[in-house]
């Protein structure tokens, strides 16, 4: 599976961005597609994540302002980031969890900045 991640930059706190991701290969075994972070000085994390079941997670600390969204067509997630803070700021990673047929693998894109200025 290949991952390919747009839209990031730079916004001022209060603002919005949309990332965008698309999959490519093996798409029909992907279980899950979402979205990691990594800040300056501190290690990855998972922001959201969409499984095919339809259920979506969240991190805590962007319940209520980011969103994301699957087209299951397109092999694509986006993910919808408003009332952005500086703490958003980081390098956000594209992830999608594949079924092998005996567990599962991990792929990841090739990372989008976000940088949220005060």
């Not at 093996?26 to 990855?44: A, C, E, V």
């Not at 600390?61 to 997630?77: E, L, M, T, Y």
């Not at 990673?93 to 792929?107: Q, R, T």
Request: charged letters at 15%; aromatic letters at 12%.
């Amino acid at each position: 599976v290949q991952l390919q991640a747009f839209g990031g930059g730079l916004v001022q706190a209060g603002g919005s961005l949309r990332l965008s991701c698309v999959a490519s290969g093996r798409t029909w075994q992907i279980n899950s597609l979402g979205w990691y972070r990594q800040g300056p000085g501190k290690q990855r994390e998972m922001v959201a994540t969409s499984i095919s079941s339809g259920n979506t997670d969240y991190a805590d600390s962007v319940k209520g302002r980011f969103s994301i969204s699957r087209d299951g067509a397109k092999n694509s997630v986006f993910l919808q980031m408003n009332n952005l803070k500086p703490e958003d700021t980081g390098t956000y990673y594209c992830h999608a969890e594949a079924y092998n047929g005996l567990g599962y693998d991990h792929y990841w894109g090739q990372g989008t900045l976000v940088t949220v200025s005060s």
